[in-house]
């Protein structure tokens, strides 16, 4: 899947004030295709919100090359506690994240801008899919598209991975917290977590996704067969949910081989090409019905 050079756009670093936690300014980026007017002068032009996972920030992994290649405006940001902006990171708090997500719907509604796509990675999609169920009569009416990126839906299949078995279950037992410690945007990063943000964690309802889901929207799933984070299966869960609603269609796209993981390793501009074929497929109308899709994948029948 060859991809076309991006269009040319112009990238500006945003604050944007948060009506809910005034000391989080939200870090964004605005990708904005050139030719467009700024933010104050959007009049209506649609805009996609990209929203990164867990112990990321709004660069990582496919996100920033996607977002330099969308057909459209976009707006993408770094959620409370991560990388530009301030604030405290609960590895639990999903409700927080959905704040984040609304404050930025409704700055970039306010100036012109309407929200008609949500792309997320891991828990940025959970997020997602929360944010258009409860928001759907306001900032997300107009969502049409949505890119599930290796989402979760068992959320206490948590308690069987192995970062939960090697590290946290052990520092639970020996101190009370586990601190968990990663590279964010070249930085050493740590949350400490709690036994009780594990159980917060587990009991995060995802199920209204199969009565609450707009009708309207098409979906993409995109999930890895590798994936030692969130179980393989959940893409499955998704593809049955969000698979019989009417206009909305449901497209599961599995990987597999080297890089089928959870951050998809080292196949990035392919996740990105994926992306945008099957985005031109449904602006062209392409895609009527819910199904599986190997983008790219050249399928040998075995003869008999």
């Excluded at 070249?186 to 995802?206: A, L, M, N, Q, S």
């Amino acid at each position: 899947m060859a991809m076309a050079a991006p269009a040319p756009r112009t990238s500006t670093k945003l604050q944007v004030p948060h009506p809910v936690a005034p000391d989080c300014p939200i870090t964004g980026v605005l990708e904005r295709l050139d030719g467009n007017a700024g933010p104050t002068h959007a009049q209506g032009r649609p805009i996609a919100l990209i929203l990164h996972g867990a112990m990321g920030h709004k660069d990582y992994l496919f996100l920033r090359r996607l977002a330099q290649r969308l057909p459209m405006d976009s707006f993408r940001f770094d959620f409370r506690g991560n990388h530009e902006t301030p604030g405290s990171m609960s590895y639990a708090r999903f409700e927080n994240d959905v704040e984040d997500l609304d404050a930025v719907a409704k700055f970039l509604e306010g100036r012109g801008y309407v929200v008609t796509a949500v792309v997320g990675h891991s828990r940025g999609s959970i997020v997602g899919q929360k944010w258009v169920c409860v928001a759907r009569a306001t900032e997300a009416r107009h969502v049409t598209t949505f890119v599930n990126a290796s989402g979760r839906y068992r959320m206490e299949k948590i308690l069987e991975s192995s970062r939960y078995q090697a590290l946290w279950k052990a520092g639970f037992e020996k101190d009370g917290y586990a601190d968990w410690t990663a590279t964010v945007a070249r930085k050493p990063f740590t949350v400490r977590v709690y036994p009780h943000d594990i159980e917060e964690f587990t009991k995060w309802d995802t199920s209204y996704i199969w009565d609450e889901f707009p009708a309207n929207i098409h979906v993409l799933t995109i999930h890895g067969l590798s994936d030692e984070t969130v179980p393989p299966y959940d893409a499955i869960i998704y593809a049955r949910a969000l698979g019989t609603r009417s206009p909305g269609t449901h497209t599961l796209h599995m990987l597999e081989g080297a890089g089928a993981d959870h951050n998809y390793t080292g196949r990035q501009d392919e996740i990105v090409a994926c992306i945008l074929d099957w985005w031109e497929m449904q602006a062209r109308g392409e895609i009527s019905t819910s199904g599986v899709w190997m983008a790219g994948v050249k399928v040998q029948k075995n003869k008999l």
